[in-house]
């Protein structure tokens, strides 16, 4: 994931995106900021439009019709995430980055 897109994501949790840890004494709060996030997200889909790499340009060529399509929203840039903080939860683990 690019810093960019991971930005947004770990500003929720107050974590730097070049360096950080979310201990295992974090992981629930941490889970449960995300899942609301997600929630609301979805709730309010025309809120919810990322680019993929090249968010804020498209690429050379690119019709505004495959710019639309290649959005990415929050849920689905969080979820490999939130799976990582299910399982740092219930087995007592920390997510580590940038080290």
Same mark, same amino acid.
Do not use: C, N, Y
């Given at each position: 994931?690019f810093q960019?897109?991971?930005?947004?994501?770990?500003?929720?949790?107050? $974590?730097?995106?070049t360096r950080? &840890?979310?201990?295992?004494?974090e992981? !629930?709060? +941490?889970?449960?900021?995300?899942q609301?996030?997600? !929630?609301?997200? $979805?709730?309010?889909?025309?809120?919810?439009v990322?680019?993929?790499?090249? +968010?804020?340009?498209?690429?050379?060529?690119e019709?505004t019709?495959h710019a639309?399509?290649?959005?990415?929203?929050?849920?689905?840039? !969080?979820?490999?995430?939130?799976?990582?903080?299910k &399982?740092? $939860?219930?087995?007592?683990?920390?997510?580590?980055?940038?080290?």
């Amino acid at each position: 994931m690019f810093q960019e897109h991971a930005q947004r994501i770990l500003d929720l949790l107050h $974590k730097s995106p070049t360096r950080g &840890v979310i201990t295992a004494a974090e992981a !629930a709060t +941490a889970l449960s900021v995300l899942q609301q996030e997600v !929630a609301i997200t $979805k709730q309010h889909p025309e809120d919810d439009v990322e680019h993929d790499a090249h +968010a804020h340009e498209q690429e050379e060529g690119e019709s505004t019709e495959h710019a639309l399509m290649q959005r990415v929203g929050f849920a689905a840039r !969080a979820f490999p995430l939130l799976e990582m903080l299910k &399982v740092a $939860k219930q087995e007592g683990e920390s997510i580590i980055w940038g080290i």
